[in-house]
């Protein structure tokens, strides 16, 4: 595949990768409801804003050195 290809990628390790994205994301976006509904309790911090910026900002550079390659 092209996409794969082009990322220096197998299946399994875009899989992998793609697949702790979205976890990480949806689990961010949960904790994001539940204080938006309860403005009272405090983020975990593994999951607030400064840290979900961190994260894709990892995930980025990681991607692009990996398309360096």
């Known amino acids: 595949m092209k ?5 220096n990628e197998t299946y399994l390790s875009h ?3 793609a697949f702790k994205i979205a976890i ?10 539940i204080h938006a509904i309860f403005p009272f309790w405090e983020m ?7 840290a979900t910026c961190k994260k894709i900002q ?6 692009e050195k ?3 390659k």
């Not at 996409?3 to 990322?7: A, S, W």
């Not at 990480?24 to 409801?33: N, P, T």
């Open 15 to 17: 899989l992998i990768f």
């Open 44 to 50: 975990p911090a593994n999951f607030n804003l400064n």
């Open 58 to 63: 990892e995930w980025n550079n990681y991607s």
């Open 66 to 68: 990996r398309k360096n």
């Open 3 to 7: 996409h794969l290809e082009e990322n």
């Open 24 to 33: 990480q994301l949806y689990l961010s976006s949960v904790f994001f409801v």
